[in-house]
DNA sequence: TATTGTTATACTCTATAACTATA
DNA sequence: TATAGTTATAGAGTATAACAATA
């Protein structure tokens, strides 16, 4: 029978260790999503709002088809969200001019307001935990940002 | 050492440097959260009850208080996921000797193997993608495990 | 006929409040 | 009276299936 170390950090080959890797990474991950989503009592919006938001802040207009594909969930899931979004004025819908099926989904006024502030509230207790990081650390978390949204989009 | 992009990276001063950071921090891993769900779906078994067993399987019998604690979940959520767990004969009850009002829980043979296997088949995904990495990259998420872990816990 | 968006419905996970047993 | 666990109930988020409009 396998025994796994479980002081093994990441290494260059394959096998048990690899495995293990992605098994500690899986854990960390979901820990790390249960504890941030604790903070979020405080606001009213959900994570997949926010998460909409965000993306049209920085990407523009999209179709709701696009939206659910890009935050992986199915296409009546975005609807309900964005149903949420628009009746809070937030967020706009426009039919498409070329092809009448497709809704174009854009960020409002106030949903630009809102997305600023409120990733902001959001976003408090995670600052004030990496404020207390050195520079090496908060480095190393800007490198695994990078590399978990790459992980994401597979 | 490590590659990274000055545009992204986390900064030691303080101000909107940090708390970008910060936020995209927490969207890159909402979403890694949500990628990995995807990825359960030829499996029976929820996130919380992966992470029990697992829990259970390296550090032995907790009563449910610090499961819930450890999980950072309400005592009634954890008691469901205990439940789920104990009618599937993966983990038993058994009274405390001391405190009578505490319970044990504690792996079954069964649930042993259950959370070796079940682990392993959540973990293939994951896997097939670290194995893609280089080995600075898969360094940088190891020591990014470590750090998430340690926020989580905060 | 295929695709985009929407509605209807049901299921899972979570939390708060109330209850039981023990300290 | 306080604490550990459990039960009851409700809310949020998700998915599949069915439907409508358009290509």
């Known amino acids: 029978m396998l025994s796994i ?11 048990p260790a690899l495995a293990d890797d992605a098994s500690r990474l899986r854990l960390a ?3 790390f999503s249960r504890r941030l ?8 919006m959900s994570d997949g709002q926010i998460a909409v938001l965000g ?8 179709t709701l088809g696009e939206l659910a ?7 009546p899931s975005m ?6 979004l628009e009746e809070s004025g937030y967020v706009t819908r426009t039919p498409d001019g070329k092809d009448r099926r497709k809704v174009n989904i854009a960020l409002s006024d106030a949903g630009r307001d809102v997305i600023t502030e409120t990733a902001r509230l959001r976003d408090v207790w995670l600052e004030s935990v990496l404020s207390e990081f050195t520079p090496t650390e908060r480095a190393a978390l800007a490198e695994a940002e990078s590399l978990l949204s ?3 989009e597979r």
């Open 37 to 44: 989503r604790a903070e979020r009592a405080v606001d009213t």
């Open 5 to 15: 170390d479980m002081t093994d950090a990441l290494t260059s080959s394959p096998g």
């Open 150 to 152: 790459r992980i994401a």
């Open 69 to 75: 594909e890009r935050e992986r969930v199915s296409a």
């Open 29 to 31: 991950v979901m820990r």
């Open 79 to 84: 609807n309900r969200i964005v149903n949420c």
């Open 55 to 62: 993306w049209l802040r920085v990407k523009g207009a999209h």
